[in-house]
């Protein structure tokens, strides 16, 4: 099992950055891929991100390519994503997300464990 918890979000002028985190718990964290989501109000969820358990390996939706970063530290558990650049279309509710997988998934059916999600909102 694995508990995720993310942090970091709130409100931010277009431009701006912000950088979440998704604090895991339980020992198949450093076995797992790590990925973002999102889903914006009237939208289906989305693919934002995705990291592989090493690290060495990421996906990027086309959207965010080049604004935001993923990264991890297996030995605290926690997986970030960094914003940059941010615009008001970035605005959602982020979900980490936890696949037993030691590929990038990128479909959300393919992620087994889901933290509630943190709130991202873009001001114009």
């Known amino acids: 099992q694995v508990q995720l918890v993310e942090s970091g979000g709130g409100l931010v002028q277009a431009g701006g950055s912000l950088r979440l985190s998704c604090a895991a718990s339980?020992?198949?964290?450093?076995?797992?891929?790590m990925g973002w989501f999102r889903q914006a109000p009237g939208k289906e969820r989305e693919f934002v991100v995705a990291?592989?358990?090493?690290?060495?390996?990421?996906e990027y939706a086309d959207s965010v390519k080049g604004r935001f970063t993923i990264s991890r530290d297996n030995v605290k558990k926690t997986s970030y994503l960094q914003m940059n650049s941010l615009k008001p279309e970035d605005t959602a509710v982020y979900f980490c997300?936890?696949?037993?997988?030691?590929?990038?998934?990128?479909?959300?059916?393919?992620?087994?464990?889901w933290g509630q999600g943190t709130q991202v909102t873009v001001s114009s």
């Open positions: 997300a936890a696949a037993s997988s030691l590929g990038v998934p990128k479909g959300d059916y393919e992620y087994n464990y």
């Open positions: 990291i592989n358990w090493s690290g060495e390996n990421t």
């Open positions: 339980g020992r198949r964290f450093k076995y797992c891929a």
